[in-house]
């Protein structure tokens, strides 16, 4: 196998349907909302779970300190895992057909923190039912995700230099 780390702005075609997880987040709310848009009724569900989330957050929050510490340090990790449980509800599937043209936009991967690397992509073209309209597609997976990507190699965009340009 034959180590590959993309250039900013690397052009792909995926060769096999990729399914990743797509997370609620701000680089993700223009794909979110067109699938929310197409077929509410999960993210309906999800919604319902955030609040419910929430809601046990609150009760939590709102208990009184107890003097003994064992039941101290069961709400705390009580809340702890009710935190980490809010944090992951906000996440879809998304497959994406083969034949979808996708580019690099951002690549993120610090030592230590690998929870957070990621692969911000721009969507170009798609046969998804759903995203094959015009405007900008960006959206970000985590790069366990990225690393199962079964894709081809797009060549760079042919430009025409203007006069007085270097090559």
């Given amino acids: 196998m034959r180590m590959f780390i993309p ?65 101290r340090e069961r709400n705390e990790e009580q809340m702890r895992a009710h935190i980490a449980y809010l944090q992951d509800i906000e996440k879809i599937d998304l497959t994406l057909p083969a034949g979808t043209e996708i580019t690099i936009d951002r690549l993120y991967i610090r030592k230590g923190i690998s929870d957070y690397s990621s692969v911000t992509f721009n969507l170009n073209k798609t046969d998804h039912p759903v995203l094959d309209v015009k405007g900008r597609k960006r959206f970000w997976a985590k790069l366990d995700d990225v690393n199962r990507i079964e894709y081809a190699p797009l060549p760079d965009p042919e430009v025409e230099l203007d006069e007085g340009m270097a090559p």
């Fill in 7 to 71: 250039e900013i702005g690397t052009r792909l075609t995926l060769e096999d349907a990729w399914t990743f997880t797509l997370h609620r987040e701000h680089r993700n709310e223009t794909i979110w909302d067109r699938l929310r848009a197409a077929d509410p009724a999960p993210f309906e569900r999800m919604a319902a779970e955030v609040r419910n989330a929430y809601d046990l957050l609150d009760e939590y929050r709102n208990r009184p300190i107890s003097r003994d510490p064992a039941t």
